[in-house]
């Protein structure tokens, strides 16, 4: 046990799913998953542990901002023996192109905040996905003929649609850091944690915010979207 995490060794799945929002964990766990089991429901981050088409898979949020993903997905990790994490949630993209319920994944994530300093001493503000996870998730969408927008996301302290003035923001970018094409919250402390601890993450996002479109979606556009999301990611888990 953690002081974040009552579940015992064992009862985690080596591949989690990781959305943020701890409802959104409860709507997977009963909507795909069978003989699913609460194996840990501290501060009312539950996660479950059932089956996805005959595989053992947990699904458990990690809430909002690089130190909550970064407590959840270390100790993860790092106490229970998880291999695999694969966060899916929203984000904001930057691209004119791009509409809204597009998907992405994420294959570097960028921040400016301090994670890898506080918790290393390491002045590391770029981090990278797995390569051997993003092939999977490509290949599964293939197979389902779903569109995969690919590069790097920016991980942001801020909520972005409340950022006054994103140029300013990409102005501060290092030269040779490609411009983000999407902005959330957590992606970049998973994937240090993961190279930190030897083990794997990938990032899917939905957007649900775009600058060509002001309008937003409805809920049941949403449900929809990220239903082809979760179940990418789970479809995925099945190869890992």
Do not use: W
């Not at 995490?5 to 080596?14: E, F, L, M, R, W």
């Not at 694969?86 to 904001?92: A, K, N, P």
């Not at 905040?113 to 503000?125: I, K, M, V």
């Amino acid at each position: 046990m953690t002081p974040h995490n009552s579940a015992n060794i064992g009862d985690i799945a080596k591949t989690v799913i990781m959305p943020g929002d701890p409802m959104r964990a409860k709507y997977i766990s009963e909507n795909f998953l069978s003989d699913v089991k609460i194996v840990s429901d501290v501060r009312g981050i539950a996660c479950y542990t059932g089956n996805y088409k005959g595989k053992q898979i947990s699904v458990m949020a990690h809430g909002m901002g690089m130190p909550s993903m970064g407590i959840y997905s270390y100790e993860l990790y790092h106490f229970y023996n998880v291999d695999s994490i694969i966060r899916i949630g929203t984000c904001g993209g930057f691209r004119e192109d791009m509409k809204i319920l597009d998907l992405i994944l994420s294959e570097k994530a960028y921040t400016e905040g301090s994670y890898a300093l506080s918790f290393d001493n390491e002045p590391c503000n770029l981090a990278s996905s797995s390569s051997e996870l993003n092939s999977i998730i490509e290949d599964t969408a293939k197979e389902n003929n779903i569109n995969l927008i690919k590069g790097t996301t920016l991980c942001n302290d801020c909520f972005s649609p409340y950022v006054p003035n994103e140029e300013k923001l990409f102005a501060r970018i290092p030269d040779g850091i490609d411009r983000p094409i999407a902005s959330e919250m957590e992606a970049f402390s998973l994937f240090y944690n993961a190279k930190r601890e030897g083990k794997k993450a990938a990032c899917i996002l939905t957007v649900v915010d775009v600058p060509s479109n002001l309008e937003g979606i409805s809920s049941e556009e949403r449900e929809k979207s990220l239903n082809t999301m979760i179940k990418l990611a789970l479809d995925s888990a099945l190869k890992i």
